[in-house]
Nanobody, 115 residues
Framework: QVQLVESGGGLVQAGGSLRLSCAAS????????MGWYRQAPGKQRELVAV???????NYKDSVKGRFTISRDNAKNTVYLQMNSLKPEDTAVYYC?????????WGQGTQVTVSS
């Protein structure tokens, strides 16, 4: 099993910044990729950013240049630095970890951007 504990959400004004963290506890499993997804009210969950164990990254187009995903493999922790936040970034953000054959989710953290 992999347990994911997220932190760092909150309320921020448009143009502001937040940093999300997700710490993964693992028992004998190799985590291949970690990422952040988000779900706004009435919308489907969508990929925001993902990073592999090798450091390759992929971003949703609308966050490129504003968000940066990084990973500390020694701490099994993934971060999402969010700059120049917009009201449309408001959502519950979920951490995800992929192992061989399984996908794990955090409990979610609310990010609210006021205009």
């Amino acid at each position: 099993q992999v347990q994911l504990v997220e932190s760092g959400g909150g309320l921020v004004q448009a143009g502001g910044s937040l940093r999300l963290s997700c710490a993964a506890s693992r028992r004998g499993f190799s985590i291949r990729a970690m990422g952040w997804y988000r779900q706004a009210p009435g919308k489907q969950r969508e990929l925001v950013a993902v990073i592999t164990s090798g450091g390759s990254t992929n971003y949703k187009d609308s966050v490129k240049g504003r968000f940066t995903i990084s990973r500390d493999n020694a701490k099994n922790t993934v971060y999402l630095q969010m700059n120049s936040l917009k009201p449309e970034d408001t959502a519950v953000y979920y951490c995800n970890a992929e192992t061989m054959g399984n996908s794990y989710w955090g409990q979610g953290t609310q990010v609210t951007v006021s205009s």
